[in-house]
């Protein structure tokens, strides 16, 4: 079964041609991390498979089914981490409301809530304001909402900005326990792979259109590298640029 | 002794008169009313970024209020409040259309804010023209009158705070998880629905824009949309708390516009400088 299928998908955003002819093919249970530079598309990409921007042109279907065509499907299917930078951080609410946000939408129950705080170490903090959390912090909430809503695929977009280095270890195994644990697909958007690299995901190589597709030691060569990140040079095993929010040599 | 105590009666008997005063009851009345309902809505208009609107919104308020009374004079049976209201959603749902159909706020805001203004001008130059009251209208419009307010305005009044504060509490939770983030919202709730919630709080703020014109005018109805969420002296964002401040300001620029025969925006907009920009000032100043 294919938890996500995308053929030839073009999408437009005004006058830019932010997507071309996208292709890829995901099995289910795996995970797919997607590593492009700033404006290459991988937030726009994650938004059209979520049914949030149409597409000009092409195929998506998540477990079979379109995402234009059918969204409450896809919001039963698919639990979803949006990047932090569109939060408003000063709204006063409480960690533990933040989390139960699926529930207060009919998508959860509180369990999976309490199961969620837990797995992400945020039961101490489930009485204090979001405002009043660290960066590292702010993001685990996020973390452990998306975690709330019972899914098939979860969809997470640069889940480790804003978190130190010894934290980006620890989020990346614990998603990918839970992924394994539970059987169910993910989805990364990030620009840093080093941490997911031991797990062995697929790795969509994006630059406005597909660079690379297949696992680590496939798609991470120089030629690929050097189309997405305009140079690369071998030093070692592999040498990776990027030009995020800590770039990561190994 | 004797003569001390009727001193002191006579000093009663002037604060009783002052504070039993009709008009001064009325205005506390009516402005205490516009207090609450202007720091919740200000907490709105915070919360879903909507300050533009709220700032903007000065051409719509006398747009709407002067075409309500303009249409008044001449079709008796429409009262001008309704039709205020009616005109004001219908701007805010226009701006709402723009912002939904990809236009930029800045762009959607200016087109209605244009029309408003072209409106707001047309109808207070009829008013003018036609009713012989028209400049004194448009003076209670822009400026408000607290204290004449008829036992009609303060019943609406009152429903107003009930409708306005019901909504906002009905709705609360989902506004500020709409606002906390609201790409997350949209995916949970679909962009229909997420659009809904927008305009409701559209509705909400022009509703409260004008029901706050009618008790304070619409000079003063900013300084309570916009005031009360800024909270230099509260460490924590707190309606309560902020409610209570709001109120406190509100009811001295009462009791100082009565003492000091000066209009009650005048004084209101005075104390907002005190108590809400002066304290950001000199903490700024310091940090420098």
Redesign the interface.
């Known amino acids: 079964m294919k938890a996500v299928e995308v053929k030839d998908l073009n999408v437009f955003i005004g006058e830019a041609h932010v997507l071309k002819d996208v292709s890829f093919e995901l099995d289910h249970p795996s995970v797919l991390v997607i590593v492009g530079p700033n404006g290459a598309g991988k937030t726009t990409l994650l938004k059209t498979i979520l049914g949030f921007i149409k597409r000009s042109s092409g195929i998506i279907k998540v477990f079979n089914t379109d995402p234009e065509k059918d969204p409450g499907r896809i919001r039963n299917l698919v639990s979803y981490m949006p990047q932090i930078h569109n939060i408003d951080p000063f709204i006063p609410l409480k960690v533990r409301e933040i989390v139960s946000t699926p529930v207060f939408f009919g998508e959860s129950d509180h369990d999976l809530v309490d199961k969620a705080l837990q797995i992400t170490g945020l039961e101490e903090y489930a009485d204090r304001y979001f405002y009043e959390l660290s960066g590292g912090l702010r993001q685990r909430v996020l973390v452990a909402r998306a975690l709330a809503k019972k899914a098939d695929l979860l969809i997470f977009d640069e889940p480790l900005s804003m978190v130190d280095i010894g934290s980006r270890e620890h989020i990346i195994d614990l998603l990918m326990n839970i992924v394994r644990k539970e059987s169910i697909s993910m989805i990364v958007v990030s620009h840093d792979v080093s941490h997911c690299i031991k797990y062995d995901p697929y790795i969509l190589l994006l630059n406005k259109t597909v660079i690379g597709f297949g696992k680590a030691r496939e798609v991470f060569t120089l030629e690929n590298l050097a189309k997405i990140y305009g140079a690369a040079t071998l030093n070692g095993k592999i040498f990776f640029m990027g030009e995020e929010h800590g770039s990561s040599v190994r | 002794m004797e003569k001390y105590f009727s001193w002191a009666r006579n000093m009663d008997l002037q604060f009783a008169n002052f504070f039993l005063n009709p008009f001064y009851i009325t205005a506390v009345i009516g402005v205490s009313l516009a207090s609450i309902t202007g720091s919740v809505v200000s907490h709105l208009v915070r ?1 879903t ?1 909507t300050q533009f609107l709220a700032i903007e919104s000065l051409h719509m308020i006398l747009a709407a209020a002067a075409t309500g009374y303009l249409m008044n004079l001449f079709i008796n049976y429409l009262y001008p409040d309704i039709t205020a209201y009616i005109i004001m959603i219908l701007f805010m749902t226009m701006v709402s259309y723009m912002i939904s159909r990809g236009y930029e706020e800045n762009m959607s805001i200016a087109t209605v804010a244009f029309l408003s203004a072209a409106i707001a001008s047309l109808a207070s130059y009829g008013l003018a023209i036609y009713s012989p009251i028209g400049p004194s209208i448009i003076y209670n419009i822009l400026f408000g009158s607290p204290f004449f307010l008829r036992t009609t305005d303060l019943l609406v009044s009152i429903y107003m705070t009930i409708i306005v504060l019901g909504a906002v509490l009905i709705l609360w ?1 989902k506004i ?2 709409l ?6 919202f ?6 229909r629905k997420t659009s809904l919630y927008r305009i409701i709080v559209y509705i909400l703020i022009a509703v409260s824009g004008i029901y706050l014109t009618r008790i304070v005018g619409a000079v003063a109805a900013h300084i309570l949309m916009i005031a009360p969420s800024m909270t230099p002296f509260i460490k ?3 309606v309560s708390k902020s409610t209570i401040v709001i109120l406190l300001i509100s009811l001295s620029s009462v009791t100082l516009s009565v003492i000091a025969n000066l209009p009650f925006g005048g004084v209101l907009g005075i104390f907002a400088l005190i108590f809400y920009v002066t304290p950001s000032m000199i903490r700024s100043v310091g940090r420098h």
Not at chain 2, 179 to 184: H, I, K, L, V, W
């Open positions: 919360f970024k939770k500020l998880l606002s906390f983030d609201p790409e997350y949209e995916f949970l709730n679909g962009s924590k964002i707190s």
